[in-house]
């Protein structure tokens, strides 16, 4: 089963994908999809308010926010990473639950990030805005490192989410029922 989405002009077939009896998710994966990801990250920069330096957390959102800080010609943007690596000194924790992780994950930033974003505005981007949980993690770790968060945006929300009117988003994402049909 598939659901057909139009993402800002640009359609893609997602795949639903079973989370429990009665719910399937529209799987939305940008990796190894150039065009995809060029379009989003141009199609949300036009809706993006002003900003210093943008932040995503790892994996599957790294890829927009590279292109994101590629097409708006910035020096540099921020992962908040999955654990802490070797090259960290001294770092910043969060930890989150989101709907497509299993478990407790762990958002850490290092101290030399956070003094890059030390008193900077912050844009957070992420693929799919869902529970919100993975926003509010990446949230903490700016104020943790002294940021500013100027906005959030997505390229989908999904659920609830998409009521949300703090996140800019560049298209709703249903959730859906075990046959394939929204949920209403």
């Known amino acids: 089963m598939t659901y057909e989405m139009d993402i800002a002009g640009l359609k893609r077939d997602l795949p639903l994908c079973k ?10 994966v940008m ?3 150039v065009e995809l990801t060029v379009h989003c990250a141009a199609e949300l920069l036009k809706r993006a308010p002003e900003y210093d330096y943008i932040i995503a957390p790892e994996a599957k959102a790294i890829p927009l926010a590279y292109e994101m800080a590629r097409q708006s010609a910035a020096e540099r943007y921020f992962v908040a990473r999955k654990g802490a690596k070797a090259y960290m000194q001294g770092t910043f924790e969060v930890t989150v639950k989101s709907i497509t992780t299993m478990g407790v994950q762990r958002l ?12 900077k505005r912050m844009l957070i981007v992420d693929d799919v805005i869902s529970t919100g949980e993975s926003l509010h993690a990446v949230e903490e770790l700016v104020r943790q490192a002294g940021g500013i968060v100027a906005g959030r945006m997505a390229v989908l929300a999904e659920g609830e989410a998409a009521d949300r009117d703090d996140i800019i988003v560049l298209a709703p994402l249903p959730l859906f029922n075990a046959d394939g049909t929204p949920k209403a």
């Open 31 to 33: 990796f190894g999809d």
């Open 19 to 28: 989370l429990n009896d009665e719910l399937c998710i529209g799987a939305f």
């Open 108 to 119: 850490v930033l290092d101290a030399e990030d956070a003094a890059f974003i030390r008193g």
